[in-house]
């Protein structure tokens, strides 16, 4: 079984800095692109920011471009994302997830893409 776990969120205040982490563990003998989502109340799940296997080639929505930075471990099986100059409008519930794939420097924006989702961890920035 995998299991992703996130940690890392909080309440802070706009313009301030969080670094939220994603570990993975289990069975997971395959590579896997990796992603970060978020979830306002009211909202769709939206890709935040994705990753690829070899940690090489990512992606972010634009309305976190210049602000947020994913990362993956060496050891690929933790991926991080640091988000600074927060703003009201970041807070939601973020997600890490997993895509099992064979290509080392693909990253996926699509939920469907995604085989293994965490349970979340809240972020609130007050304004």
């Known amino acids: 079984q995998v299991q992703l776990v996130e940690s890392g969120g909080g309440l802070v205040q706009a313009g301030g800095s969080l670094t939220l982490s994603c570990a993975a563990s289990g069975r997971l003998f395959r590579t896997y692109a990796m992603g970060w989502f978020r979830q306002a109340p009211g909202k769709e799940r939206e890709c935040v920011a994705a990753i690829s296997w070899s940690g090489r080639t990512s992606y972010y929505t634009d309305s976190v471009k210049g602000r947020f930075t994913v990362s993956r471990g060496d050891a690929k099986d933790t991926m991080y994302l640091q988000m600074n100059s927060l703003k009201p409008e970041d807070t939601a519930v973020y997600y890490c997830?997993?895509?099992?794939?064979?290509?080392?420097?693909?990253?996926?924006?699509?939920?469907?893409?995604?085989?293994?989702w965490g349970q979340g961890t809240q972020v609130t920035v007050s304004s």
């Open positions: 997830a997993a895509a099992l794939t064979s290509e080392l420097s693909s990253w996926y924006v699509g939920r469907e893409s995604y085989d293994y």
